[in-house]
């Protein structure tokens, strides 16, 4: 496709009249062989459109661009930079950027019943569920989110839940071309704020929940919520609207939709729950909808999951798959990782659960799960990451205090922060008249179960306190990383995975058993 002929489709898409600045150039007639936002991406033939970012404008990349064999720039800004190509200024560089993306890769969306799903919590495993079902139901699914990518029976790494126009658009085609018919997508409020998915058609867009998070970017709730509106403001005229009427923010989105369907535990809804058996093997519930009932059974943990399975299960319904496909893929999803993700049970004499929860509510319904499956006791290790939204810190330390009955305040993602600040920020929501450990626990000297918590900056260390100090029965739940094989720390990203070091734990704790 030239360069003319891709900014007059882009053109019909978003009206920026980007093609008036250059249709009568010699630019005009280049082929163009990609697009990005990405100076370091560029090679020849590509489109290069500069973004304006939280610390520095895109554009002013435009030579480096050049250098690398760009053909022209995409800028909301006039040209500030000496380069030599066509320099098109539009309104909008992010909507630029998704149109001519859409564009460049002709419509994906448009081939395809694209299922977005958006909320604070429940978004990785709700997408796993889709995908699950939709495969039973004989149609090949892709999946984009949190952990990975799935492209075919390729499964990617994911730098972003919701990648870049680009890359969306991209990984789209190659689903359209590979025989895929769906594709459940992760879709966040940064996504949705920043237009990474703008002229991408939904068939389907799933409303889980909202809890605070993000506020260092979003500011307060309301925008957090309008951020998640978005997804459903530009659905298209025949697109089903499925949400959680738990959640009152679920009421405000159905009733705006003019073909709602409602997934519910506590009240009456289009799809409901019923006679929840749940236990560390998984859930077995009834569920009623306006088809007819069905009987499911999942290996998932928790009253969180259930939902999960609702938001799915409402879905499905909604177009029209068959009941044995929902049935068959839910019992099929054995797990997803990071995700209320046991990594014992059976083989040890404790049960140690890993969760990506990160706010004060995931860490709720996480714990509060945990305490419904056992009567023993629940100990709790969790860090908060740095850098980003600092009011939820002492939420989280509440709702751990309240919930575990040992708790080891660690380290998450420091970042640039200092992570015993970071803790101190997070012990503040304890009780004040609960007794803690002043300083790093480094060398175990705290009584474990007469300290109600204690404060252990180095991950590993509070991982391995607690699954060795651990009596036979009682839980321990590492919170806040979940998939993540990685810390950050300052610029750096180091090696680290809550699963294995708690597999090494456990597999230390086996042969210490062995020897005595």
């Known amino acids: 496709m030239t360069l003319g002929d891709l900014l007059c489709r882009a053109d019909e898409l978003d009206s920026s009249r980007m093609s008036e600045s250059v249709i009568q150039s010699p630019g005009a007639s280049q082929i163009v062989h990609a697009v990005t936002h990405d100076s370091r991406n560029v090679q020849p033939g590509t489109l290069f459109v500069g973004l304006q970012g939280e610390h520095a404008d895109g554009a002013t990349y435009a030579k480096d661009a050049e250098r690398r064999g760009a053909i022209a720039v995409v800028s909301g800004s006039p040209q500030k930079t000496e380069v030599s190509l066509p320099w098109i200024t539009v309104s909008d560089a992010r909507e630029a950027l998704a149109a001519l993306s859409a564009s460049f890769y002709d419509l994906p969306s448009h081939e395809l019943m694209v299922l977005g799903i958006t909320g604070t919590n429940g978004k990785t495993t709700t997408t796993h569920l889709l995908s699950e079902i939709f495969k039973q139901a004989g149609m090949p699914c892709g999946r984009l989110g949190t952990v990975s990518h799935q492209i075919g029976n390729e499964t990617r790494e994911a730098a972003l839940t919701t990648p870049e126009a680009p890359e969306i658009q991209g990984l789209l085609r190659e689903l359209v071309d590979g025989g895929s018919m769906v594709c459940a997508m992760e879709v966040s409020s940064h996504g949705l704020v920043l237009r990474r998915v703008d002229f991408t058609r939904f068939t389907a867009a799933v409303f889980t929940n909202l809890s605070r998070d993000h506020l260092d970017f979003h500011g307060d709730m309301d925008s957090y919520f309008l951020a998640k509106r978005r997804l459903f403001d530009g659905?298209?005229?025949?697109?089903?609207?499925?949400?959680?009427?738990?959640?009152?923010?679920?009421?405000?989105?159905?009733?705006?939709?003019?073909?709602?369907?409602?997934?519910?535990?506590?009240?009456?809804?289009?799809?409901?729950?019923?006679?929840?058996?749940?236990?560390?093997?998984?859930?077995?519930?009834?569920?009623?909808?306006?088809?007819?009932?069905?009987?499911?059974?999942?290996?998932?943990?928790?009253?969180?999951?259930?939902?999960?399975?609702?938001?799915?299960?409402?879905?499905?319904?909604?177009?029209?798959?068959?009941?044995?496909?929902?049935?068959?893929?839910?019992?099929?999803?054995?797990?997803?990782?990071?995700?209320?993700?046991?990594?014992?049970?059976?083989?040890?004499?404790?049960?140690?659960?890993?969760?990506?929860?990160?706010?004060?509510?995931?860490?709720?319904?996480?714990?509060?799960?945990?305490?419904?499956?056992?009567?023993?006791?629940?100990?709790?290790?969790?860090?908060?990451?740095?850098?980003?939204?600092?009011?939820?810190?002492?939420?989280?330390?509440?709702?751990?205090?309240?919930?575990?009955?040992?708790?080891?305040?660690?380290?998450?993602?420091?970042?640039?922060?200092?992570?015993?600040?970071?803790?101190?920020?997070?012990?503040?929501?304890?009780?004040?008249?609960?007794?803690?450990?002043?300083?790093?626990?480094?060398?175990?000297?705290?009584?474990?179960?007469?300290?109600?918590?204690?404060?252990?900056?180095?991950?590993?260390?509070?991982?391995?306190?607690?699954?060795?100090?651990?009596?036979?029965?009682?839980?321990?739940?590492?919170?806040?990383?979940?998939?993540?094989?990685?810390?950050?720390?300052?610029?750096?990203?180091?090696?680290?995975?809550?699963?294995?070091?708690?597999?090494?734990?456990?597999?230390?704790?086996?042969?210490?058993?062995?020897?005595?």
């Open 235 to 516: 659905l298209p005229s025949d697109a089903r609207t499925i949400v959680n009427l738990d959640d009152p923010r679920g009421s405000l989105l159905a009733s705006a939709a003019s073909r709602p369907v409602t997934y519910a535990i506590d009240q009456p809804a289009d799809v409901v729950s019923d006679a929840i058996d749940s236990s560390f093997n998984g859930l077995v519930f009834n569920v009623r909808t306006s088809r007819g009932s069905l009987h499911l059974r999942s290996s998932l943990l928790g009253r969180i999951n259930v939902y999960n399975i609702l938001a799915a299960v409402a879905t499905a319904v909604a177009l029209d798959l068959p009941f044995d496909a929902i049935e068959q893929g839910v019992e099929s999803l054995k797990s997803v990782p990071g995700r209320m993700q046991v990594v014992s049970h059976g083989d040890d004499d404790l049960t140690v659960i890993v969760d990506f929860a990160h706010t004060d509510d995931a860490l709720k319904q996480a714990l509060e799960g945990t305490r419904a499956l056992t009567s023993d006791r629940v100990i709790v290790v969790f860090g908060c990451g740095g850098d980003r939204d600092r009011s939820k810190r002492p939420l989280m330390g509440a709702v751990a205090a309240r919930l575990g009955d040992v708790v080891i305040v660690t380290s998450d993602n420091p970042r640039s922060e200092d992570p015993l600040a970071i803790m101190e920020d997070i012990t503040l929501g304890m009780d004040s008249a609960t007794q803690r450990s002043n300083a790093e626990d480094k060398e175990g000297t705290a009584d474990f179960f007469q300290t109600p918590y204690l404060t252990i900056s180095d991950r590993k260390l509070a991982i391995e306190r607690a699954i060795r100090e651990a009596h036979a029965g009682d839980v321990v739940v590492i919170a806040g990383k979940g998939h993540e094989t990685y810390q950050e720390i300052g610029s750096e990203r180091r090696s680290f995975d809550d699963l294995e070091i708690a597999q090494d734990a456990l597999r230390r704790r086996r042969t210490n058993a062995l020897v005595s």
